[in-house]
């Protein structure tokens, strides 16, 4: 099932469409990457899924029903980008007050706070003020604070940026057994390499438009350019052939490209054919990053401003 | 509801935990106590002792110039304009021969300016001059006009301005209702600034710290402002809620001290008004009745506290959407703020005016209209004629106008709080009041 289906989602600025026309569908318990440069429109995207802004039209459906922010959000953690705390406010207490704001007793936010804060080491900050953190501290308290509820669905737009590599990793891992544990997780970030390591599925979105979606193997495959890696005890010498170029010599491989109509087979024979010494022979996938960059430089990367 | 209320909560509790509240709460009548003391103190003590030569060809003056504590009279031949000083006067007064009309002046020559009551009292004593003389030129008796000088006409009367509407008749007392609403329209003034700016402060803290788009996928942006307004207003009563009980204790704990017996003259005051024994308990006393009988309390009191909430509410929405259209720069929240701050300080200086003059139109209007009526209608309520029906248009128009305010600003609000880096115009903020959601 999907616990969340966005249809046909609009939502215009004065001189801007920030999102046009965008669909897809999240299956639940699901880690999805919601890729775009810088100004795409993810930022509203995400604003429209926490009702924090109403679309002007379009449908989202949470958890089958047609999106009720008023008692939704409840179901919902938002980690949005521009993130912070009260930085005058007692650590315990400032945990107590969000998590009380999303709707759980005093009673239960106090049992589920001890939890997190022993999971994270955290006890001994419960009387410290957010001005005494560090930044890496301040955003696994803000981590701990966005997933404290339990929500179904959990938004984090940029969350391990400010965070060394043991925080980061630290979270990851608690993402992931959330994961497991069925809480379906939107990842907002132009971070490849994280969401290459993460995600199930991604969208890619650009200028307010959809131009990517799927699971990351399947868009892997989708963009592939057909390129093998072949591996030699001695390399060839170089000769003439219609059935692919050599886009790059290292010292024992060479990577090419096979020409559109022919098949790898018919790169290997060519090979053995030239009496070539054969040791390995692998397909290259282009990485998420490539296809980030190509997909977006094919449209225009700055957005223009424009009358809607 | 429970989100606002839990709002409200922390707003409440994080600024009346704070040092500062404690401390501003305790300090800020000890301050406006010494202020007080301060300045009598000093108007007592910079008078300065004057001795004023006095060149008169007439001879008449001599006679009629009567010095007192502050300034001394004398009538040297040998001082004049230039060597003044040397002989050790603080002034020379040269009246001519002849004085008939304008152009004869009379020159009160000093280094530096003597002051005005100084100034006043050196006409007065002229004017007596001229006037004892022209009585004596009338054959009116040396000793009969004595005697008439020396009368004190203060002391043979009191005077007592009663207001009659209808059946009710008051004493009207213009000193103390001027003083009491003078101070309630400074009080309300200040507040609205002091409160206001918490406010302001308090939204642009949340949009600095990047903390409103956390809480605004819990809640709804109004909420959340409504929430820091009630918080923050909560506040406010609280501390006036302190100083209240701080004046009514001190004032008991102080005539708890006083003996019975200066009770009990206090009580026969006005039988006898020979106040033997403790006389400074017996002022402290008087001054004490006078006050706490010579104002419609039951009115001033609920009144106040209308308009101080009423004032607050009105101004403090608008104030916290100047704070979240803010970004990093405190500059830019100076020149939002003037639209705001206009309005209220003019509703002090037509305050001014309203104390004086509680039935000039100006004061009447400025009373009704809600930009201005926390202020100005706090002015006029002590002198105790304010038609009821206005004091009810008033109220009406000011619950309205707090209503619309906190809608149009949480329109603003709505949008500014998640916007950042960006320089917002009014013009800009203007389209935001007509959007749809």
Redesign the interface.
Known sequence: MNILELQNLKKYY?TQKAVDDISFAIPESTIFGLLGPNGAGKTTLL?MI???F?PDSGNIIFEGKKFDPAND??R?G???E????????KIGEQAL??A???GLSRHDAMRKIKEWFVKFEMESWWNKKVDDLSKGMSQKL?FV?TVLHEPRLLILDEPFSGLDPVNSNLIKDEIYKLAKMGTTIIFSTHRMEQVEEICDKIILVNKGKKILDGSVKQVKQDCKENIFKVGFNILPEPFENNVFEIVKTNNNYLTVKIHEGYNPAAVLKEFLDHQASIISFNEILPSLNDIFIKKVEDTKLARQFENV | MNKIWLVIKREYLTRVRNRTFILSTILLPLVFIGFIFASAYLSIKSVEKQKIAVSDENGIFKNSFQSDKVITYEFPSDVNSNNFTAKGYTAYLSIPKDYQSKRDSVALISNKQLGIEAEEKVKDQINNAIRNKAFLENNIDKKVLDSINDIDEESLYKFSPVIKQGDKTAESNSGLSYAIGYGSGILIYLTLFIYGAAVMRGVMEEKMNRIAEVIISSVKPFQLMLGKILGIAAVGLTQLLIWLVLIVGLSTLASAFISHDTIMQAQNLNTSMNAGGNSAAMKFLIAKNTFVGGANWSLIIPCFLFYFLGGYLFYASLFAAVGSVVNEDPQEAQSLMLPITMPIILSFIIMSTAVGKPDAPISVWGSIIPLSSPIVMMARIPSGNVPAWQILVSMLSLVVGFILTTMLAAKIYRTGILLYGKKVTFKEMGKWLFRKS
């Open positions: 004065a604003r926490t009702g924090i109403y959000i409840s919902i938002y980690m949005p521009e993130r912070g705390l009260y930085k005058k406010m007050y969000l009380m704001l999303k803000q604070t």
